[in-house]
């Protein structure tokens, strides 16, 4: 059985994109079959694993809209073993679209819940906010990744992240985990970094993953060829940080069967 996981911040630019991508293509390299969805109006995971955004005729919004099948929306990727669901800017309409429709926290549970028998995992990348796109990938998740930045507002929002998470447990979703907090954009150099890190790991202990994802120039440039890390050069530090945060998720994974 698969697992399903979020990858999820509502604060914009902390790396939830760069890690859904480069998580999905390290895992398909260690030969794990994975399918990322794109529930990002933005499309920037769609095109980041080099689909023209503009071409996409069926995607998370007709999966959403119960209108299409899981089977019908998914594509093939460049990189071995990825799977795509893709995401086109129509699906700024479908928190507007859902508001009025029963369950409509549960669309995206009722279209992939039977997708766990063909995937090892399903990584979905979600909007920089709380709205119902959100809610709806938290709810048909097992698990949240939360990407935060080594800056200085990387805690701002999170106390509401993890509210979020809380009500979702309550109400739709009560196996939710949290799979672990992400450190990303770590600069050594910079001393604010090493307190972001420190303090992250004092009140969140175990939550947080060993790995730490470090600034990188050739993770920034792999995005505009349409690539993830892995392919656009393998041997970069990005490249290298991705594959241990694989390493780890999957080992977590072993131990707790």
Same mark, same amino acid.
């Given at each position: 059985?698969?697992?399903?996981?979020?990858?999820?911040?509502?604060?914009?630019?902390?790396?939830?994109?760069?890690?859904?991508?480069?998580?999905?293509?390290?895992?398909?390299?260690?030969?794990?079959?994975?399918?990322?969805?794109?529930? #990002?109006?933005?499309?920037?995971?769609?095109?980041?694993?080099?689909? #023209?955004?503009?071409?996409?005729?069926?995607?998370?919004?007709?999966?959403?809209?119960?209108?299409?099948?899981?089977? /019908?929306?998914?594509?093939?990727?460049?990189? +071995?073993?990825?799977?795509?669901?893709?995401?086109?800017?129509?699906?700024?309409?479908?928190?507007?679209?859902?508001?009025?429709? #029963?369950?409509?926290?549960?669309?995206?549970?009722?279209?992939?819940?039977?997708?766990?028998?063909? @995937?090892?995992?399903?990584?979905?990348?979600?909007? +920089?906010?709380?709205?119902?796109?959100?809610?709806?990938?938290?709810?048909?998740?097992?698990?949240?990744?939360? +990407?935060?930045?080594? /800056?200085?507002?990387?805690?701002?929002?999170?106390?509401?992240?993890?509210?979020?998470?809380?009500?979702?447990?309550?109400?739709?979703?009560?196996?939710?985990?949290?799979?672990?907090?992400?450190?990303?954009?770590? #600069?050594?150099?910079?001393?604010?970094?090493?307190?972001?890190?420190? /303090?992250?790991?004092?009140?969140? /202990?175990?939550?947080?993953?060993?790995?730490?994802?470090?600034?990188?120039?050739?993770?920034?440039?792999? +995005?505009? @060829?349409?690539?993830?890390?892995?392919? @656009?050069?393998?041997?970069?530090?990005?490249?290298?940080?991705?594959?241990?945060?694989?390493?780890?998720?999957?080992?977590?994974?072993?131990?707790?069967?």
């Amino acid at each position: 059985m698969g697992k399903i996981i979020a990858i999820a911040n509502q604060k914009g630019g902390v790396g939830k994109t760069t890690t859904t991508v480069n998580l999905a293509a390290s895992l398909g390299v260690l030969e794990k079959k994975v399918l990322l969805i794109d529930a #990002d109006p933005q499309a920037n995971a769609t095109s980041g694993l080099g689909i #023209d955004v503009d071409g996409i005729e069926l995607g998370t919004y007709q999966l959403l809209e119960h209108t299409k099948n899981a089977e /019908e929306t998914i594509i093939p990727t460049t990189s +071995p073993n990825v799977d795509l669901i893709p995401a086109h800017i129509d699906l700024v309409a479908i928190e507007i679209e859902l508001v009025d429709k #029963d369950n409509r926290e549960y669309m995206l549970k009722g279209a992939i819940g039977h997708l766990r028998e063909k @995937y090892d995992y399903i990584l979905i990348d979600c909007a +920089p906010s709380l709205g119902l796109l959100t809610l709806n990938a938290l709810t048909a998740a097992d698990s949240v990744i939360i +990407p935060i930045q080594c /800056e200085y507002f990387a805690l701002e929002g999170l106390g509401k992240l993890l509210n979020t998470i809380k009500s979702v447990q309550k109400i739709h979703n009560a196996d939710l985990d949290i799979e672990g907090l992400l450190l990303t954009m770590f #600069d050594s150099r910079l001393r604010l970094s090493n307190q972001v890190v420190e /303090e992250v790991k004092t009140h969140f /202990e175990d939550m947080v993953f060993n790995t730490i994802i470090q600034r990188n120039v050739r993770l920034s440039e792999a +995005p505009s @060829y349409g690539e993830s890390i892995i392919k @656009y050069d393998a041997s970069s530090k990005g490249a290298a940080n991705y594959l241990n945060l694989a390493n780890e998720l999957v080992k977590k994974n072993k131990e707790k069967v």
